[in-house]
């Protein structure tokens, strides 16, 4: 098999070589049943902690919010780790919104009203990325039912309480920051609805309650992000919560006093931790197709797949993907900067992209040698020579023998398989102007010239 490439002054002739390859939870500070000021907070015992590595409090940036979920903490989490609380289903539980500002800090809120939007969304990052299709199936099992609501009666403060059928995990609220508010959360997913079977028992996966606080903007709409907070969660069957908790207190009594040093202990509340806003973007369908698109990028920057920079931002990381071939999971990763991809493990992609597209993800992630999904081998041939076929010349004594010129290849790395990626390399390869090549043709077994065009491409040369 062969093909022509015309042009003005030279033709150029190939052959084909084909190879198919958070952050330490607000620990749960102990609050009273009765406190609703930040002086309350800030007087526990774990605030009194001196550390001369810390800035000085004038220069410390506080949180404009702080919210408590009343709900007790784990005793079986280890130092530095994140807080679990435990939460029954259905059950009713009151979370505390504070005004933990300074004074003169944000006085434009002063007087105003502010939205709150709180979810119930998977604290495991592989089912975040799958989190539609896990809810549509819970929406399936559970007709008419809400992952999270809120019981109006029994919340204080808090006006326009609304939820989307649409949005069957999150609710919002409208609250006056300088009036005591409270708002009351059930949620009635489990944490083993979302796990399969493992010899004859489930073992729950972590949820997480985020809140994410707005004050209106200019137009009206409450656009303007101030502040988010979440905490980890796990939710059993009615009363199974308080069995949970009372199991590991058991435990952690028989432990010894070295060993309890570990660990932290439990409080009555769970104070949420700062944390990056909820990404609210809309669903779009997996069944779209995507169009691809071809630039004149400079053949360099095709060719190999250079690493993605841990500083790169969320637009350059969108770029690699799209360069090394992921455009499928450009939405998937749409929130992402080059250090969120590369905390990714192999396995975590593997879950996410399968193992074919993960494994590839992770090598390239990992700069490692991703095979082109085809090799073509072009040189130029002189113009006495045959431009297709001819390889032999006859010598001086009428011998059949092979010509003593010196056929130099460049191998063309295709990664997309279109007629574009493939004309566009050829030109950078032979010094060609790309606007002088005319047409490009494969020679079939007979002798007939094809017009080169993605399907011809996409179907092998």
């Known amino acids: 098999m062969a093909w022509v490439l015309k042009i003005d002054d030279a033709t150029i002739e190939s052959g084909l070589v084909h ?3 958070a952050s330490l939870s607000g620990i749960g500070q102990e609050l009273g049943a ?4 930040m002086s309350d907070v800030l007087a526990l015992p774990i605030f009194k902690q001196e550390d001369s590595s810390l800035p000085p409090e004038n220069e410390t940036k506080n949180p404009p919010f702080q919210y408590v979920l009343c709900a007790a903490t784990s005793p079986a989490v280890k130092l530095h780790e994140e807080t679990l609380t435990y939460l029954n289903q259905g059950q009713s539980y009151e979370v505390r919104m504070l005004d933990n500002r300074k004074p003169g800090e944000l006085p434009e809120l002063s007087n105003k009203m502010v ?4 979810r119930v969304v998977f604290h495991d990052r592989r089912l975040q990325y799958t989190e539609h299709q896990q809810l549509e199936g819970w929406k399936w099992n559970r007709p008419g039912d809400r992952l999270l609501d809120i019981d109006i009666p029994m919340s204080v403060g808090i006006v326009e309480p609304k ?4 949005q069957l995990n999150a609710a919002e609220f409208l609250w006056d920051i300088n009036k005591r508010a409270s708002v009351f959360v059930q949620v009635h997913c489990i944490s083993t609805e979302f ?3 493992k010899h004859g028992g489930e073992k729950g996966v972590p949820f997480r309650i985020q809140i994410d606080t707005f004050s209106q903007g200019e137009c009206g709409e409450y656009t303007e992000h101030l502040h988010s907070a979440s905490c980890q969660i796990k939710v059993f069957k009615p009363k199974g919560a308080d069995r949970k908790q009372k199991t590991d207190r058991e435990k952690m009594e028989k432990r010894s006093a070295q060993e ?4 932290q202990p439990s409080y009555d509340t769970t104070v949420l931790s700062e944390c990056s806003p909820w990404p609210d973007t809309p669903y779009v369908s997996t069944n779209q197709a995507a169009t691809p698109t071809f630039t004149s990028t400079p053949l360099s920057t095709y ?5 993605l920079s841990p500083t790169a931002s969320i637009q350059e990381t969108q770029k690699w993907l799209l360069k090394n071939r992921f455009s499928s999971y450009t939405r998937l990763f749409s929130h992402f900067s080059g250090s969120d991809l590369l905390k990714l493990t192999r396995d975590d992609l593997v879950q996410i992209c399968g193992p074919a597209d993960g494994i590839r993800l992770f090598n390239a992630l990992k700069s490692r040698s991703v095979r082109p999904r085809l090799t073509v081998y072009v040189c130029r041939e002189s113009p006495q020579q045959s431009p297709l076929l001819e390889r032999h010349c006859t010598s001086e004594n009428g011998e059949d023998g092979v010509s003593p010129r010196l056929h130099v290849y460049h191998a063309l790395y295709l990664e997309d398989l279109t007629a574009a990626e493939l004309i566009r390399k050829m030109a950078c390869v032979c010094s060609i102007p790309l606007g002088k090549i005319n047409q490009v043709y494969r020679q079939g077994p007979t002798g007939i010239h094809i017009l080169l065009s993605d399907q ?5 040369l």
């Open 195 to 197: 796990t399969p079977r």
């Open 303 to 307: 060719t190999a797949s250079s690493q």
């Open 115 to 118: 939205k709150s939007i709180v």
């Open 19 to 21: 190879d198919f390859d």
């Open 34 to 37: 009765g406190a609703y000021s």
């Open 260 to 263: 309890k040093e570990k660990y």
């Open 163 to 166: 939820t989307h059928p649409s």
């Open 456 to 460: 011809v491409q996409a179907h092998g």
